[in-house]
Every structure is written in C-alpha cells, then in structure tokens.
C-alpha cells in the first residue's frame, strides 16, 4: 500500500512541475518530462486548420478539438514545424486563460499551456498563427495535448498547410 502512495504522490508532484506549461527542454521533440511515457493509443484529438493554404505573412486559425466532450484540453504545446523547425508565430489573446507564447527558436513560435484551474479546461482551443514571410514551404502544426499530468499525446499533427509567397 505505501509502495502505491509513493508513486501518486510521485506522479502528482511530476505533473504540477510543469503546471505552468512546458519545459524549454520539450522544445525539439515536444515530450513534456513529465514522469510518465505518453500514450501509445491514437489521440482522441484532432488538429485542424482554417485554411490548406496561407499567403507568407498571413494568419490562419489552428484549433485543437476533442472527439468526445469529455477529452479536455488541460495542457498543450504546439508549432506549425517546416521539418524540424518551429517557424512562424503565434498571437493569444491576453484575456486566454489556458495558453501562453514560449520561445523555442524565436519568440512566440511555439504556445504552451499556463497555470489555470481545471473549469478553463476546453474539448476545443483556437489559435491563431502568422506565416513567416518570405517562405515558399509545407508545415505542419504538430501539438503534445495533455489530458491531465498522466495521460498525454505526444505528435498530434494537421494536414499539411501550403505557404506560398
């Protein structure tokens, strides 16, 4: 029984290390270190894009949805990848209670989660990202969506969006 105890707290006090979004370490390969191994089953969650295609410079919507109302979002990090490489940038409103800009390569490439209470957890997050200028290229938006501390997707990604110039 203490053998039990020991490991919840363990997973409760990993877990609430990165209540306010994820590590600059999470940056390349997007896994959370948090101290479980992401799931192995498909995500219940799915990454859409407003549009197929962007003109550089301009913004599309990128929005987060859980296939059933229970499949919450409680923390989240995405980038639209070119590659490997985070490129582009994000804009939150200020008034967003479940996500916030973080830096990976550049400021505001990449949004993570922040610290909220679980009643701002959403089944579905808009955001909304700027193309870089001057790039002729395919990216994808590539998200880590987390459940809660122990349950996480890790490489949920959209269809590909055309960026032209």
């Known amino acids: 029984m203490f053998k039990y105890l020991c490991v919840a707290l363990a997973l409760a006090l990993g877990a609430e290390a990165y ?3 994820a590590p600059e370490s999470a940056c390349k390969d997007m896994i959370p ?21 962007v003109k550089a410079g301009e913004q599309i919507q990128v929005t987060v949805t859980g296939k059933l109302p229970s499949d919450t979002v409680r923390g989240l990090m995405m980038q639209a990848r070119a590659g490997d490489k985070p490129v582009g940038t994000f804009t939150i409103d200020s008034t967003n209670k479940l996500v916030r800009l973080m ?9 993570t989660h922040k610290k909220h209470d679980a009643t701002d957890d959403k089944q579905s997050v808009t955001l ?3 193309a870089p200028k001057n790039f002729n290229e395919i990216v ?4 880590t969506i987390a459940l809660n501390g122990a349950v996480f ?3 949920v990604e959209s269809a590909p969006v055309k960026i032209t110039p």
């Open 19 to 21: 209540s306010s979004g």
């Open 33 to 53: 270190r948090h101290p479980v191994d992401a799931q192995k089953s498909p995500a219940p969650y799915v990454v859409t894009t407003s549009s197929k295609v």
């Open 103 to 111: 830096k990976c390569d550049n400021n505001g490439d990449t949004v």
């Open 128 to 130: 909304t990202w700027t």
């Open 140 to 143: 994808k938006f590539r998200a």
């Open 153 to 155: 997707w890790v490489g």
